[in-house]
């Protein structure tokens, strides 16, 4: 397995060869970056996928888009669902964001629940870590990842342009289109997209149950949920917005709307699917050069009405979810401290969490206001960054009786009753970092931090079974706050298109909010049959997670591109034995090529086996991921685009250690998918 690697890197070789100018892409500015940094100016790198490299990554959820970015794995439930895990940290440490306001979703409560968003209209996505994600929530200490789709737009472009991606193809027969037009016209910007996506059963290199849990319990046969092909692992998803901007003297203001409709199997129940629906309303106004020292104030609101249901084979409703509410904020960026800048500002957001059918939460209300300032200082060639942030959450939840199940099996099942709660909390996080040019080619750049995080409503309340997951969750209303300290260093090198960085980290949890397994187990009945499942509980713990991430590319030749990556992450409970869910040691590089219209590459990842498990958490076999993607763009007409991808050419059975059903559920076999994109 160890000459994968050499065999796979020599074969671009083979693909073309000839002479002549590379592609010219050209990058777009970091949207999330108030301070409109250079990447080498953050204290921690920010990651941005646009271009061809956004295209040849869009896939059928946000998880599998990042998954080959260091320090990213995809938290997956089949091919149709996958949440970003950062750094082994995962659900409400992992801040998913839209122009810069959160998505309202339940894909933070549970593995099976999709981010009520989809790739095919972005148009980039851009992952912040460090002392920049104290903007977006002192909670985010695994990161930020803002998809940006420019429905409403920060500059005025005259006429009409637009582009359109087509594909088919894949492990899953997907076929997916997306259609983005912006008209500029006087002083106004409309825009209009529309997306379309039609999956079929993914289909898988072995059987569904890894051999494992197969041989740990009985109940699972090896093929449960198909050999060969993953049943009802189907997704079907349309959506799309519409938004006006209108720009007026150093400023502009806009308003969009948006839904997006996604209905997915359930893979553990054949017939069973999720069904949900997101609408959103965004507006924005922002004012520019106000006076000598406030350079910038911006005002956003976003309104979302949110809805997911979870339908048995039967057509009855087993679960359902309803968010609704808004979220504000208030930002300025001046200089009233130093001439380097700052950002200070206000996030304001209510919203209100329903059930209608079976017990699994109560009905809650959720209230909150936060206060924050990032400020930049520069010392000779030192850049400091100071931010401080203060949330404050407020949670009322009505009274609720749950559905236990039985202790025994055979035996009578039964009900918890909990009063009306209010549970308040107060959170401060704290951070400082620095960067260094040490000399023309290498900088140094370092962090630390205090974060604070509230406990999410389903780490506090939810207190039922959920049958999509197979499992039965308990939150605790005397959870703490989740407590960190944390430590960053960055050490970066580039010279004449090479480049390389590395960043070793350690955080510290005096409380981590984890959701471990109990070893208990509880019976429930569902169509007619008993099931035995596990009771997970959210509980304060102390932890450790420390680890590495790593990139760099190395240009070969005019022609020739050689990049390499990896990640590690260790996270222990201090109170002995290892976290679940955490990902193993990932090495990947590749080999590019490009000749006037015609991009090659073709990248190696090996992702080794986890043995450090949790308990009552199996382990992980390794496997090596070999793929490409093949970019022609017509000489007689540039604005044409034709693509090949092929994913997993090894044909190898993979398994993501941190998914909750990685020893029921396969990834995708080998497979190519064809595309067109075009603009204009």
């Known amino acids: 397995m160890r000459n994968v690697f050499l065999i796979a890197l020599m074969l671009p070789v083979h693909l073309v060869h000839a002479d002549g100018p590379q592609i010219d892409l050209n990058d777009i500015p970091v949207t999330a970056n108030p301070f409109s940094l250079a990447n080498d100016e953050l204290v921690s790198p920010t990651y941005i996928m646009n271009g061809i490299t956004l295209q040849n990554n869009k896939d059928s959820s946000i998880g599998n888009m990042l998954d080959k970015v260091p320090g990213i794995s995809n938290s997956s439930w089949g091919d149709s669902v996958g949440r970003p895990t950062i750094r082994g940290m995962d659900r409400n440490r992992i801040k998913i964001l839209n122009n810069g306001m959160e998505i309202r979703d339940v894909s933070s409560m549970s593995g099976d629940h999709a981010i009520g968003l989809d790739g095919l209209a972005a148009e980039q996505i851009e992952v912040i870590k460090g002392p920049e994600t104290i903007l977006y929530s002192g909670g985010a200490i695994g990161g930020v990842i803002n998809i940006?789709?420019?429905?409403?737009?920060?500059?005025?472009?005259?006429?009409?342009?637009?582009?359109?991606?087509?594909?088919?193809?894949?492990?899953?027969?997907?076929?997916?289109?997306?259609?983005?037009?912006?008209?500029?016209?006087?002083?106004?910007?409309?825009?209009?997209?529309?997306?379309?996506?039609?999956?079929?059963?993914l289909k898988i290199p072995g059987f569904s149950v890894s051999k494992r849990l197969a041989d740990s319990d009985a109940e699972f046969t090896r093929g449960k949920y198909g050999d060969g092909t993953l049943?009802?692992?189907?997704?079907?998803?349309?959506?799309?917005?519409?938004?006006?901007?209108?720009?007026?003297?150093?400023?502009?203001?806009?308003?969009?709307?948006?839904?997006?409709?996604?209905?997915?199997?359930?893979?553990?129940?054949?017939?069973?699917?999720?069904?949900?629906?997101?609408?959103n309303l965004k507006y924005v106004f922002e004012k520019n050069d106000l006076s000598g020292l406030i350079k910038k104030f911006k005002f956003k609101l976003s309104h979302t009405d949110y809805q997911h249901k979870e339908i048995e084979g039967d057509g009855s409703t087993g679960l359902d979810y309803y968010d609704k509410g808004a979220d504000a904020k208030f930002e300025v960026a001046h200089s009233l401290i130093s001439p380097s800048g700052g950002v200070a500002g206000v996030d304001v957001g209510s919203y209100r969490f329903s059930q209608e059918t079976k017990p699994y939460e109560p009905n809650n209300n959720r209230q909150n206001l936060s206060f924050y300032a990032l400020e930049r200082f520069e010392v000779g060639d030192h850049k400091f960054n100071f931010?401080?942030?203060?949330?404050?959450?407020?949670?009322?939840?009505?009274?609720?009786?749950?559905d236990d199940g039985a202790a025994t099996e055979g035996g009578d099942e039964t009900e918890t009753s909990f009063n009306a709660t209010e549970k308040t909390f107060n959170a401060t996080s704290i951070s400082l970092g620095t960067t260094s040019k040490l000399n023309q080619n290498w900088t140094l750049g370092a962090s630390i931090s205090h974060t604070q995080r509230a406990p999410f409503h389903d780490e506090l309340f939810v207190y039922?079974?959920?049958?999509?997951?197979?499992?039965?969750?308990?939150?605790?209303?005397?959870?703490?706050?989740?407590?960190?300290?944390?430590?960053?260093?960055?050490?970066?090198?580039?010279?004449?298109?090479?480049?390389?960085?590395?960043?070793?980290?350690?955080?510290?949890?005096?409380?981590?909010?984890?959701?471990?397994?109990?070893?208990?187990?509880?019976?429930?009945?569902?169509?007619?049959?008993?099931?035995?499942?596990?009771?997970?509980?959210?509980q304060n713990v102390p932890a450790d997670f420390y680890g590495f991430e790593f990139q760099g590319n190395v240009d070969l030749s005019a022609n020739y591109g050689l990049n390499y990556w990896g990640d590690y992450v260790r996270a222990k409970d201090k109170n002995g034995g290892n976290l679940p869910r955490i990902p193993p040691l990932t090495l990947g590089s590749g080999l590019s090529y490009q000749w006037n219209t015609l991009q090659a590459n073709i990248d190696v990842e090996h992702v080794f086996n986890q043995n450090k498990v949790g308990d009552l958490e199996l382990k992980t076999d390794d496997y090596t991921n070999v793929s490409l993607a093949l970019n022609y763009q017509l000489p007689t007409n540039k604005n044409l685009n034709f693509y090949i991808k092929g994913d997993n050419l090894l044909d190898q059975e993979k398994r993501d250690h941190v998914s909750f059903l990685k020893d029921k559920v396969l990834m995708g076999e080998r497979s190519f998918t064809l595309g067109l994109t075009g603009n204009f």
């Open 148 to 201: 940006i789709d420019y429905r409403i737009h920060p500059e005025f472009i005259e006429g009409v342009v637009g582009n359109y991606n087509l594909s088919a193809g894949g492990a899953n027969n997907a076929k997916a289109g997306a259609v983005l037009l912006d008209v500029g016209a006087g002083n106004i910007m409309y825009h209009v997209d529309l997306y379309n996506r039609d999956t079929k059963n």
């Open 231 to 279: 049943i009802n692992s189907y997704n079907e998803t349309k959506g799309g917005g519409v938004g006006a901007t209108y720009f007026f003297d150093k400023g502009y203001t806009g308003l969009s709307l948006a839904r997006h409709d996604q209905e997915y199997g359930t893979i553990l129940e054949d017939g069973a699917y999720i069904d949900l629906v997101s609408q």
């Open 464 to 538: 039922g079974e959920h049958h999509a997951t197979e499992t039965i969750e308990h939150g605790d209303r005397n959870l703490k706050d989740e407590r960190s300290n944390s430590i960053d260093l960055t050490l970066s090198w580039a010279n004449q298109g090479n480049a390389f960085s590395v960043t070793p980290y350690i955080t510290d949890f005096g409380s981590y909010i984890a959701l471990l397994n109990t070893g208990v187990v509880q019976y429930h009945e569902h169509d007619g049959e008993e099931e035995a499942l596990p009771v997970l509980l959210h």
């Open 387 to 402: 931010g401080l942030r203060h949330d404050y959450q407020e949670y009322e939840a009505n009274s609720f009786t749950s």
